[in-house]
């Protein structure tokens, strides 16, 4: 093989790299740009517009509000909801700062588990029996906690 040739070859190999390189790199941004958005501060104000709304008409604030209480109440559309249309996904209105390991949101997943955000922003996955136990550690009323595990 002459030194040509072999310069030829590194060129031909280099250019394949360069073009798999590309493509990779375009599949991958497809990817992300093909990805739902969640757009967390709606359901933000989803809960505090209805949370609001009950103190304005004097009734209780429920420990536990969970997406399809905004969805029925009109806070949110389904469309809105995204991916979790069809979880169950429920939200503390009694975590604060106060306590970093206290439940702030959670999704019941298909096998029975949760996956957790704390207030402090960790993500945990917990069994029922350990969530069921975490609320009643964060909560006075024990209505949320059986309306949990139901």
Do not use: C
């Amino acid at each position: 093989m002459t030194r040509m040739n072999k310069r030829r070859i590194v060129w031909i190999t280099a250019g394949l790299l360069a073009g798999f390189v590309a493509i990779y790199s375009l599949d991958v941004y497809i990817q992300i740009a093909q990805a739902p958005k969640i757009d967390g501060l709606q359901f933000i104000s989803a809960l505090m517009a209805y949370t609001g709304d009950l103190k304005q008409q004097g009734k209780p604030v429920p420990a536990v509000v969970t997406l399809r209480d905004l969805v029925a109440g009109g806070y949110i559309t389904p469309a809105e909801t995204g991916i979790f249309s069809n979880l169950d996904v429920s939200f503390s209105t009694r975590a604060d700062d106060t306590n970093p390991q206290a439940p702030l949101v959670w999704v019941k997943t298909p096998d029975g588990t949760y996956t957790t955000t704390m207030a402090d922003g960790s993500v945990e996955q917990l069994s029922q029996a350990a969530m069921a136990a975490t609320l009643s550690e964060q909560q006075s009323s024990n209505s949320s906690v059986e309306s949990l595990t139901k």
